[in-house]
């Protein structure tokens, strides 16, 4: 059977050479068994017939039983197009043809019933139907017709070739007829009896040719199921072959550097959050096995400390510690930060980044190479092939989506026993997303801010309520607080944003003027000392507003800063106006988060700010972003994976999602080799799927 299916795609009667090689390159058809999976993006209902005067105007395809009365050309030759007048009982319409006219005219026979199935447009007065599809009606009756009519995907170039839904539609059934419509079951008996879904056959039937729209639910259903099971099962399998396969270094030590800080030097108390994310991470790093963890947490939750206890026990055992962040502003954030924090330890921790000069450099290699060096802390610059450890233990990465999956493994071949690896990110992903795309990794979460914090007030005012919110800026700023003013700029090279920018940084130092204010500004043209100079003014309260462009969405730490004003609001995608929105809120003071708008807005965006202004929790913003816009673009397009499904969608089918892996999950806990006899199907279908599609696959 699965031979059969792996038929290259010429040999399907109806197909051949040429058609062959245009499904191959416009949709990736290469055997019967991808064109079986060539699945429709819709259905039309061809049950139903219209009569002429029950057109109404809509954007949907209607079909019509009548004649054909008169045709005729019209137009000049430049623009000539064929009309034909088409009647039923109740009325008359127009048909019109622009292309292959002297075709239509040979063979199209006045007088006769056809039925025809188009786009039906008003024009003047009556219907008109431009290239409707038409079969005569006697042949429309005797050809074998499902009640719902699939329409395939499909490209300009194979319509223009001519192969058309029609023809797509005729080389299913073709398929369907060469393998006699019999196709291996996938899942296990007792799944299907369980969930009482619909067998393989049945649902490869239905798909694409419904007997009925309760039949397409069912089929639906289970093909849905089936591609979440087994990406489940490809997700899941690596997890236990990495916990059992890979070798890990096992920290049993608690020692030294964990104790004294943990007794003697930690700044606050931890949130439960923090403590049992670090018991997590501890009791992973314990097992000779390696750990892959994911730690989210909110903007301002307390990573960092996290981050920092987890080094102190790789350092405990022997090995060192690496942090890699994704821009340099962050990376050496992130040093004086942890720097500050384990002062008290002596331990020896650099910053390497692309600026770091060339004798520091050399420094920094011989003593990561001696071991003298515990914890190095960098950017990309960690990954160059001079960067050598002595022993790593432990690769921490933040904000990981911003890092490809290579990148993470290069980190990783540095070693014999690969260290442990734990991957930070602010950007809060939603549970369903965060299971597809890191169901291979095991998820921390902290979902506990530090006591005190004040929760932000967010507010949408339009620009001509400007002169109200200067007002209150400069309230602010009488009470000793410091505000950002945020401008778009997407693309550091668009132009026109710069000049909202620069135009915004005159008028705002002409309203905020010299000397009772002063005004800072900082954009992606200026040189790194200039942008970290007035960085640094602004920290330490010199000035009043820090004008910026998103440079300062990631990093900066500022408590004393309260309120954020995000000019154009509207061209933010709600992610970052989060992230933005928290770099106020992390001192004691109440933090205000304003958003300014022009008065035109679409739904989106609407709903964008209202979801803004009623919460703060980042996962909820995270879930409503998902909805908005769906899975491909909620990380930030271009880094992020995007699962590249074939039939179910991750924002409207999570809870088919949840049930596959529930079922994965449960499976493979009884029988992780697949091995026994019932699961004898799934285990095939599932060795054929990895064959094909490598998890990373899905990931593009
Ligand atoms: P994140 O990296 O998750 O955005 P940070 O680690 O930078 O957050 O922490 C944000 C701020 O909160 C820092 O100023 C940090 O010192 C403080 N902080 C973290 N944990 C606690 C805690 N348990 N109690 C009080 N303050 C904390
Ligand atoms: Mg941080």
Sequence with gaps: MNKLLETPIEYLKGVGPARGELLRKELGIHTYSDLLNLFPNRYIDRTRYY??????????????????????????????????????????????????????????????????FGKATPFGGTFSMAHPEMEPLAEHQASLRSAMQPIYPSTEKLTQKGISNKVISKIMQQLFIETQARFAETLPPSLIQELQLI??????????????????????????????????????????IRKHKIKGLPFTQVGQYFNAFYQNHLPFELTGAQKRVIKEIRNDMGQPAQMNRLLQGDVGSGKTIVALMSMLLALDN?????????????????????????KPLGINIR????????????????????????????????LEDKVQFRNLGLAIIDEQHRFGVEQRSRLWRKNDIPPHVLVMTATPIPRTLAMSLYGDLDISVIDELPPGRKPIKTVHR??????????????????????????????????????????????????????????????????????????????????????ATTVIEVGVNVPNASVMVIESAERFGLSQLHQLRGRVGRGADQSYCILMTGHKLGNDTKTRLDTMCRTNDGFEIAEVDLKLRGPGDIMGTQQSGVLNLQIADLVKDRDILQLARHHAVNILKDDTAMAKPEHAAMRNAYLEITRKKNIWNYIS
Excluded at 210 to 227: D, G, M, T
Excluded at 318 to 338: D, K, N, R, V
Excluded at 478 to 506: C, H, N
């Design 462 to 547: 339009y620009d001509s309520n400007r002169l109200m919110v200067w007002k209150f800026l400069k309230e602010e700023i009488a009470k000793g607080r410091q505000v950002y003013i945020v401008y778009p700029l997407i693309q550091e090279s668009e132009t026109l944003d710069y000049k909202d920018l620069m135009d915004g940084y005159e008028s705002i130092s002409r309203d905020f003027p010299l000397p009772q204010y002063s005004v800072s500004i900082v954009h992606g043209k200026m040189k790194p000392a200039d942008k970290d100079a007035e960085m640094a003014r602004f920290a330490a309260g010199k000035t009043n507003i820090m004008v």
């Design 51 to 116: 009569n002429i005067n029950e057109l109404v105007a809509s954007n949907s395809e209607v079909q019509v039983i009548g004649k054909i009365i008169h045709i005729k050309s019209a137009g000049d030759k430049q623009k000539s197009r064929l009309v034909a007048t088409f009647t039923d009982e109740t009325g008359e319409m127009e048909l019109v043809w622009f292309r292959g006219q002297k075709w239509i005219r040979d063979n199209l026979k006045l007088n006769q019933p056809y039925v025809i």
């Design 351 to 382: 910053l390497l980044t692309g600026s770091t000069k060339t004798p520091d450099r050399k420094i920094i290699y011989r003593e990561l190479e001696s071991g003298e060096l515990h914890i190095i802390i960098g950017t990309h610059a960690l």
């Design 199 to 240: 067998s393989k056959n049945v649902a490869l039937f239905n798909i694409h040719f419904p007997k009925s729209q309760e039949w397409l639910a069912k089929a639906q259903f289970r093909l849905k199921f089936e591609e979440l099971f087994f990406i489940q099962l490809q997700l899941i399998t690596k997890n236990i």
């Design 318 to 342: 022997g090995f060192q510690a690496c942090l890699m962040a994704p821009t340099e502003i962050l990376a050496t954030q992130h040093y004086s930060g942890l720097s500050e924090l384990a």
